[in-house]
């Protein structure tokens, strides 16, 4: 066992794990953060897909080790009033069906918007085929990104609103 300072969602969190403990579960069981999924434990699927230091991250194989100096956004952290442009995005074009893929999902999109404000359909299938939707929600997830983008826009440009 080890110990190890984190930073998650902007606070600060000391635990005691081992090493080789995959981030994900040091954010599901030992701090009970459960928005972030398990779904293959292989980085195949994108269930677990976190923000570290803005990049999106599978965290099922990381070792919590990979963290310490980072900060670390989870779809808990994403938007304190739980708005972001993607979630109001999700919601209006109701991408999901089983929504387990969903956080992934939604922390790939998110992270894929701040260096690409103004996708293509090839950049969005592009950025978002490592995150896999078992109901096959794909043709959703594209156009909900693709609102998203534009609602990042207006509010940008100070004709939206937070």
């Known amino acids: 066992m080890a110990q190890y300072q984190l930073s998650i969602n902007k606070k600060s969190y000391t635990v005691d794990v081992d090493p080789q403990m995959p981030l994900l579960w040091v954010i599901r069981d030992v701090l009970d953060m ?3 999924k398990f779904g293959c ?3 195949q699927c994108g269930a677990c897909t976190v923000h570290l230091d803005g990049v999106a991250t599978k965290t ?3 070792p919590v080790s990979a963290a310490v100096g980072k900060q670390v956004t989870t779809i808990e952290g994403l938007s304190a009033e739980k708005l972001h442009p993607i979630q109001k995005a999700w919601i209006d ?6 929504g387990y893929c969903q956080s992934g999902q939604i922390m790939a999109a998110s992270a894929f918007l701040t260096k690409h404000p ?3 359909d090839i950049e969005i299938d592009t950025a978002m085929q ?15 990104i693709h609102s998203a983008a534009d609602m990042m826009k207006k509010e940008g440009s100070g004709q939206g609103g937070k």
Request: aromatic share 4%; hydrophobic share 25%; proline share 6%.
């Open 60 to 62: 099922c194989v990381l």
């Open 34 to 36: 459960t928005g972030t």
């Open 130 to 144: 490592g995150n896999i939707c078992r109901c096959g929600t794909y043709q959703r997830v594209r156009k909900a």
């Open 93 to 98: 074009e109701q991408v999901p069906q089983c």
């Open 118 to 120: 103004n996708p293509t």
């Open 41 to 43: 434990g292989m980085a």
